[in-house]
């Protein structure tokens, strides 16, 4: 599965930032002795804008034990100055609603399955769907 994460880089007067390094990170325990997880980076575009696209799997490095398929990701962002040496700032964690990319490509793959066709598939088929849309 994989995750898209688009934005804008503006300074206060709404005017467009070109060439800053944008850089996403799954946050990770305290005891972690190799730092958050990197997600992946991009470089702003003309317009301000960058995309970066990352998959499940980079939410946790080999050989760590406290990621679980049940973790909400968190999220956040490091923004660096024209050189990539020096970081101008750092979002909070993303509090949005976590939404998968949709990709055309995975149309054979799911969440969740539910088998049953009666009152309970019915009634448990709508609370996923409640959750999640």
Not at 13 to 32: H, M, T, V
Not at 111 to 130: D, Q
């Amino acid at each position: 599965m994989s995750f898209e994460l688009k934005g804008t880089l503006t300074d206060s007067a709404g005017n467009s930032l070109s060439n800053y390094i944008i850089k996403a990170f799954d946050k990770d325990p305290p005891i972690d002795l190799f730092g958050d997880d990197p997600l992946g980076s991009a470089v702003t575009l003309d317009d301000g804008s960058f995309k970066i696209t990352f998959s499940k799997e980079d939410f946790k490095r080999p050989g760590e034990f406290w990621e679980s398929v049940m973790n909400d990701p968190q999220i956040y962002l490091k923004i660096y100055d024209l050189d990539g040496t020096t970081i101008i700032y750092e979002t909070g964690i993303i509090t949005d609603p976590f939404t998968p990319y949709i990709d055309p490509d995975q149309i054979n793959q799911c969440e969740a399955v539910v088998i049953g066709s009666g009152f309970g598939g019915t009634i448990f088929s709508l609370s996923l769907v409640n959750k999640f849309v």
